[in-house]
Nanobody, 121 residues
Framework: QVRLVESGGGLVQAGGSLRLSCVTS????????LGWFRQVPGKEREFVAT????????FYADSVKGRFTISRGNAKNTVYLQMNSLKPEDTAVYYC??????????????WGQGTQVTVSS
């Protein structure tokens, strides 16, 4: 059984930083792309960032480019999202996902349970 477990969410003031982590287990996902999505209540889940299996290729949503950095651990089963210069509009539940390197939600077959990020103004 594949599991993705996120951690690192919390409450931070605007301009602050948070680092999200996601650990995968239960199956070798080293050759899967890993991505981060986020969702605000009442809205569709939106793409944030993705990184390919080797960690050599990344892609970001325009809304976070230059502020967020996605990376993979050396064992390739962990993905991080370093979030700097946070804004209130970054407030959402952040989800980790494993699948194809894509901005499309349906291209990811495995999902974590989500971690709440709240940015106060």
């Amino acid at each position: 059984q594949v599991r993705l477990v996120e951690s690192g969410g919390g409450l931070v003031q605007a301009g602050g930083s948070l680092r999200l982590s996601c650990v995968t287990s239960g199956r070798t996902l080293w050759n899967y792309a890993l991505g981060w999505f986020r969702q605000v209540p009442g809205k569709e889940r939106e793409f944030v960032a993705t990184i390919n299996w080797s960690g050599g290729s990344t892609f970001y949503a325009d809304s976070v480019k230059g502020r967020f950095t996605i990376s993979r651990g050396n064992a390739k089963n962990t993905v991080y999202l370093q979030m700097n210069s946070l804004k209130p509009e970054d407030t959402a539940v952040y989800y980790c996902a494993a699948g194809s390197s894509s901005v499309i939600e349906n291209d990811y077959g495995y999902w974590g349970q989500g971690t709440q990020v709240t940015v106060s103004s």
